[in-house]
């Protein structure tokens, strides 16, 4: 709630600095959505939701409000509900930001600032801006939007022509803080058997970003990187003490799309190399590495104005884990998307999972885990 004020205070105050203006005049605009989401799965539940027994425990509600005072300066804040099974049941800041863009080279924005890296990060909030009712977990999961979506602190953007027949090279660099706290759905295994984390763990966090927008009409090529620092004074665990030290690691990303007329391709390979030590309480010192590997390839078609279909790979494999389903998660998607008018859609999703790396927890499948199962997920939205 801090954080909400402070994040609140800073768009009154660029406001309030503009020169002098009526309502009308500062462009007030708001914008939103709900949804509601259905999922089935055949054998192990999943998402912290009873989902083989059918649950419509997955609802979204955003609201953002954005003005401009001025045709350079943009300020914005955007809150979320989220319930998904056990986990939500709480409104969150995404983000709060202002945003002053000097020229096309050059702009800048501070607050809690959505983080620009990989291919979807900037839009994954945004769910009717795109097709899929679940994007690839190995890259985006839903279990952590609320963390990895943004942090305090700034971007600076542009973009430099660089002549009729090499196109246009976009670019980002960020800086600032971000916390996972210790109910965030990363930690849902551990705070489960009883190992909690009452501060989460923060990172002081930089990263660029590379899009370079080809002379070949709608191709895009781009790769992004984030460097994290660990923040957090050491760890407490319950029903035990130690600590935990995380050192500095880098999150590299390399993605590229294709779009022209009704058709998309795009794909995105994210490495997540984190050396640790863990040291509890009477006992040496356990290090570590995770050495998680993930990518997607996808594709959609618009059928007609109002139907579109589409289909992905996603994998992802943590290369020091043992052998055995745990080690790695495979998901074939196939998806479509119907838009009964401008305000209301509805998403329907099958998935062939395999492996049980990415997005089941413990308590839910008591009698352990199944190495494949299927998913089916149904989603209407509105947006206004």
Do not use: C
Request: hydrophobic content about 40%; glycine content about 10%; overall charge neutral.
């Amino acid at each position: 709630m801090k954080r909400f004020l402070v994040a609140l205070g800073v768009l009154f105050l660029a406001v309030g600095t503009a020169r002098a203006q009526s309502l009308d005049d500062l462009n007030i605009q708001i914008h939103g959505y709900a949804t509601q989401g259905f999922a089935y799965t055949t054998n192990n539940n999943i998402l912290t939701m009873k989902s083989s027994d059918g649950s419509p425990q997955w609802t979204d509600a955003v609201v953002n409000v954005t003005a401009q005072p001025t045709s350079k300066l943009r300020v914005g804040v955007q809150a979320r509900y989220m319930i998904l099974g056990n986990l939500g049941n709480a409104i969150t800041l995404d983000w709060a930001a202002v945003d002053y863009k000097v020229n096309d080279a050059f702009g800048v924005r501070f607050g809690k600032v959505k983080t620009p890296s990989g291919l979807f990060n900037e839009t994954q909030d945004i769910d009717p801006s795109y097709m899929w009712s679940l994007l690839p977990q190995g890259v985006y999961p839903l279990m952590s939007r609320n963390s990895l979506l943004s942090h305090y602190g700034g971007v600076v953007y542009g973009t430099v022509k660089l002549g009729q027949s090499l196109g246009k090279l976009e670019y980002r660099g960020w800086a600032g803080g971000r916390n996972l706290p210790g109910d965030d759905g990363y930690f849902l295994n551990q705070s489960e058997s009883g190992e909690t984390l009452p501060n989460g763990i923060s990172w002081v966090l930089t990263g660029e970003a590379l899009h370079w927008k080809a002379p070949v009409s709608g191709l895009m090529i781009g790769a992004s990187n984030t460097q994290y620092r660990s923040a957090s004074a050491p760890l407490l665990y319950g029903p035990y003490s130690g600590a935990e030290n995380l050192s500095v690691f880098n999150s590299p990303s390399y993605f590229a799309k294709y779009e022209k007329n009704k058709v998309m391709v795009g794909g995105e390979y994210i490495r997540l190399l984190v050396p640790y030590a863990v040291a509890l309480t009477g006992l040496p010192v356990n290090p570590g590495v995770l050495d998680e590997r993930s990518w997607y390839g996808m594709a959609s078609y618009k059928v007609t104005d109002k139907l579109m279909i589409g289909l992905y790979d996603s994998q992802s494999v943590d290369h020091k884990a043992s052998l055995g389903a745990a080690r790695d998660s495979m998901d074939w998607a196939i998806s479509g998307r119907y838009d009964f008018n401008q305000y209301l859609y509805a998403k329907a999703e099958e998935h062939i999972l395999h492996g049980t790396l990415v997005g089941y927890d413990i308590t839910l499948n008591p009698a352990g885990l199944q190495p494949n199962t299927d998913m089916t997920i149904f989603k209407v939205g509105v947006s206004f």
